[in-house]
Structure formats: C-alpha cells, structure tokens
C-alpha cells in the first residue's frame, strides 16, 4: 500500500450504485487522502423483478465500465482492494458473468493483471428443497410459506449473502472481490470485520455507506461517501470539495429502505442503534459511535427468487372528453364484459391479465387512491399480461379497439374515444417476471454453500 | 396545517419487493414533540389517509434521534409484479403530505 492509514484508522471509500457515475474530483479527492478499501454496491430488488427473472443486468454497460475503471485506477494508486456486491443488479450468476467480463475489458484497457475471487451466490434448488423438507426456511415478508412449487417455478434463486463468504475470500489476498448477491453492509463490513473492528461499527457504517453519496448534502446527482473505522467509533464524510455530512443527513439515512430504523436485521444477526450517538465533528463530518451488534441464535441468509409472470403487450392512449372522463369507470367495467365475449371459445380465461391504468385518475396509487375525481385529460396505459406473446398482443388489441369505439351514453364525438400518439398503437413489451421467493434460509455454515473461485485476470 | 407544510421530508420508498415504508423527517425536535404530542399523526390517522385498516399499519413509531416518525404498509402488489404501479414506491407518499395534523 503506498499509503499507509494511520494507526487504528481504516479508511472506507464506497460507490453505492456501480454505473450511476460519480463526479471524478471526488474520487481524485478520496486518492489522495488515501484509502483501505473500495466497497461497491452494483445491485437491488429495487428495481423490481425483471433483472432476477431473465438474468439480464441493470445499468448501462457504458456506465458500468466508467466506473469500474475509474475505481480500478483508484486502486493502481492506493493499493486498496475492491470488494464488489449483487454484480450485475440481482447477483445471479449470469450477472456476474457479466460483470467479470466488463472487468476483463477494464483490465485490458488499463493494461493491468488482478487476481480477481469470485462469490457466486446463485442456489441449488435440490439444496433448497432439501433444505425446506429439514424445517429450514423461514416464511419472511410476503407473510407466505415457501413451498417446492415456488423453488421450481423460480427463474432463478440467489441467497443475499453476509460478509462471512467474503471474509473467507479476503483471506487469499485478491485485488478484486466480485459477489453475487450480497447484502449491501457486507461489501463494505467483511475486511474491517476480518482485521477486528467491531462488527456493530462495521455494520452500521456499512449502512450508511452503501448507498454512496445519498447522505451528504446536497443530494445532486450519484456520489461516493467515506468512512473512517476505529475501533470506538466511525467517521462519516464526502471526498466531495462541497458536500457535507451533518447528524441529519446521516441520520435520515438511517431510516432509508428499511422498516426499523434501531433494529437492523442482517445475515446472523441484528445492528442495534439503540445506544448510536450522532455527533459533529466539524461543519462537514460526523462522528457515530455506540452501535452495537447481537448475533442471532441461528444464522440466516435471505432467499430472493423471481418467476416467469407472463409476457407483456401495452398500449398508450389519451382520452380528452369530459363525457367519457366523468363515466370512465362503467365504459371499463362494461368494455371487459364484451372483451370477454370475443374472447369465449377462443383463448381460454386465466391465460391472460388485463390491467387498464388511468393516469389522471388512480394510475401511480392504484388501490391506494384516496383522490376519486378525475383530471381534465385521462393517459390511458392499457397493459395485457399473458401466458403467450401471441394471447397478450390480442388481449391488448382487443381492448384498444374496443375502448377506441367504445358507444358510451351520452356519447356525441362519434369518430373515436382515444387519442393514440404512435402507429403501431400495440407495443410488445417482452416478459415479466414476479418475486416468488423472498425467505429466510438457516445456514449452520455461513461460508461454505458460498466457495469462492480464484482468477488471475488480465 | 397539513404534514408537508410542517415536516422537513415526507416520502415513500420500497423496503424490500413486499413493503411500502414511509418516513417523516421534522426540522427539530421541538416540532418532532409538538407533532408527537399533538394526536393527528397517528396509526389510525395514516391508516384512514391510505384507506387500510389500522392493522395494516407496520411499525408505526417516532424516532427522536431522527426527528422522525416511520410507518410501512404490505404493498397491494409487490414490486414489478402485473398490476403493480410503481416498481420503486416513490410516489406513494402524497396522502401522508396531506394529512392534517393542526
């Protein structure tokens, strides 16, 4: 390491999103004050099913690759590992496949070889269905049971993993840790955690580093975020020239996607910031200490599988008329009814799942709509989801034409009820998949259904 | 007065594919009190806001050390799934900006 940390300090740099970018002056900045380790998050369930379902990644490859080439550099000049989390947006092992090839171009870019350990985290259905007959898996947020018809009906199954795999890699000194799903803390927790820090430290830093920039203010755009561990407490600032850290922003942080803010729940165990005092320490750092960490009686990873739900046919319209706005929900109560008719003896019922969002009225609450009356102008998103492309684009059709023709009461615009801004009004719009399996596994060993694979890339 | 002309930050996001979770920042603690000890924000006032019983209110609690109050909700449709509405749960948060809470 050319720069050594002082003493009983280890300096975290973390990237909470691989591919949303950061501003180069504050990774310069981060460089130059030096840094033990480069953490980065580049996956979540956020942004929904899809990525797990078809094994697609998220991101932008363009993007992805600025940035790992950038922290790559950073790691040329400051000798810190990397340890990178949920490659590839939902961490199964098409995803990491990717992402150690955007590696390998990065490499070969810069001209430069790194012994890269790969943590796959992708399961074994056998091991899971094993592992539901033994008792083993816990019904968690879906408020459901798993069962083997979920295991097999699951596209694909990977585990959030803790930082005990990655600890176990750490211990073969790579450059470069790429994981698949992982939880969010680990990345940034495992080599503090394997060096001594306190793991209650370690985690809760870990927290509030893994979405990056998000707590330092102001909030402009992805950026990076730095922590500083010492054994009786951490310090939190942006290697951003302009950005601070004040007790707020790192404790809204805090509350961030996740129900409990005190009680923080992870693989084996719960970061408890009970007793976490916020102090600040100068206009732009925060000081935390006193969190603390309570290891569960048996050690659990988090199961997130997706199912294939359907193949997806849309189309976008806008209605204008008053006379048709005011009676909206009768025409698509009264349009299903006839939609169902044409469709009798000719594609079975429970193949399809016509949803007609109305933006302007319920579209972004849905159910949870308190708001009844409806805007001047109706965006119509008419959404067929079926068992075949072919079921979904007639599903779709039908509906659209029906509605276009719809002889509403009181109907006096006799041409057509919506305006359809392209031709083809009919956009195919490729599968869609839905979590099936969001469970809790009891693991007895936490590392070894995780091994580790040791490359030499260049 | 409504929530959003008070408080400092209202919004919703994901916590998970299946939970909706709302946070409410205040400014200080001061008006953190005040809105504790006032009654309009509670576990029945956000359940009446979003039409759920207040059962299906999560984890409703104030938090002083954030000047915060949190409360999630099961999402009618989990994330990304058909029929679902917003994917990240970001927009969910308008009836808790408009709660009047004196």
């Known amino acids: ?458 | 007065m409504r929530l959003g002309e008070i408080a400092r930050v209202v919004r919703s996001k994901n916590a998970g594919p299946f939970l909706l979770t709302f946070d409410v920042l205040f400014a200080d603690l001061a008006t953190f009190e005040r809105m504790r000890a006032g009654g309009r924000l509670t576990r029945a006032t956000v359940a009446a806001a979003y039409n759920v019983s207040p059962n299906e209110i999560l984890e409703f609690d104030w938090h002083p050390f954030a000047c915060a109050v949190k409360f999630s909700l099961r999402r009618p449709i989990p994330s990304g799934a058909p029929q679902d509405t917003d994917v990240y749960g970001a927009q969910q948060h308008v009836p808790l900006m408009e709660l009047e809470v004196g």
């Not at chain 1, 980065?40 to 991101?59: E, I, K, M, Q, R």
């Not at chain 1, 008792?135 to 990977?158: K, Q, S």
């Open chain 1, 1 to 458: 390491m050319k720069d050594q940390a002082p003493p009983g300090e280890f300096r975290i740099l973390s990237h909470g999103m691989l591919g949303y970018g950061f501003p180069a002056a504050s990774l310069a900045r981060a460089v130059e004050a030096g840094i033990d380790l480069i953490a980065v998050d580049a996956g979540s369930t956020d942004p929904g099913p899809y990525y797990l379902g078809s094994g697609a990644p998220f991101g932008a490859r363009a993007m992805v690759l600025r940035d790992l080439q950038m922290l790559v550099e950073a790691q040329e000049a400051t000798g810190a590992p990397i340890v990178i989390g949920s490659a590839g947006g939902a961490g199964g092992n098409p995803q990491v496949d990717w992402l150690l090839e955007v590696l390998r171009e990065v490499l070969r870019r810069l001209g430069v070889r790194k012994r890269v350990a790969v943590v796959r985290s992708e399961m074994d259905r056998s091991l899971l269905h094993a592992a539901l007959d033994a008792g083993h898996i816990r019904t968690f947020e879906t408020g459901a049971a798993l069962t083997h018809a979920d295991i097999d009906a699951a596209c694909r199954i990977v585990a959030q993993i803790g930082p005990e795999p990655i600890i176990a890699a750490l211990a073969e000194r790579p450059d470069i840790v790429l994981c698949g799903r992982a939880w969010d803390v680990a990345n940034v927790a495992a080599l503090p955690v394997a060096l001594g820090f306190p793991r209650g430290l370690a985690f809760h830093l870990g927290k509030i580093l893994e979405c990056g920039g998000q707590a330092a203010l102001p909030v402009e755009g992805s950026d990076l975020l730095m922590g500083r561990l010492a054994a009786d407490g951490f310090v939190v600032e942006s290697p951003h020239a302009r950005k601070i850290c004040t007790v707020e922003s790192i404790a809204a942080h805090t509350l961030y996607e996740k129900t409990n803010p005190v009680n923080l729940p992870g693989p084996g165990g719960t970061v408890d910031l009970t007793r976490a005092r916020f102090e600040q320490i100068d206009p732009a750092r925060v000081r935390v200490e006193g969190s603390a960490y309570h290891p569960a009686p048996v050690y659990t990873v988090k199961l997130e599988g997706a199912r294939l739900a359907g193949h997806r046919h849309i189309a976008i319209g806008g209605i204008r008329d008053p006379r048709m706005i005011g009676q909206i929900d009768r025409i698509e109560a009264d349009m299903r009814d006839r939609l169902a008719q044409n469709l009798e003896g000719r594609i079975a019922p429970g193949t399809w799942l016509l949803t007609i969002r109305r933006y302007g009225l319920d579209g972004v609450m849905g159910a949870l709509e308190p708001v009844k009356t409806p805007a001047h102008e109706l965006g119509l998103l008419i959404d067929a989801v079926a068992d075949t492309p072919e079921i979904a684009e007639t599903v779709c059709a039908m509906a659209r034409s029906l509605l276009l023709h719809w002889g509403y009461a009181g109907r006096i615009a006799t041409a057509g009820n919506v305006a359809f801004p392209f031709s083809p009004a009919d956009i195919p719009a490729g599968p869609v998949y839905a979590f099936n399996v969001y469970h809790l596994l009891e693991l007895a060993d936490p590392v070894a259904p995780f091994p580790f694979e040791m490359l030499e890339v260049a």
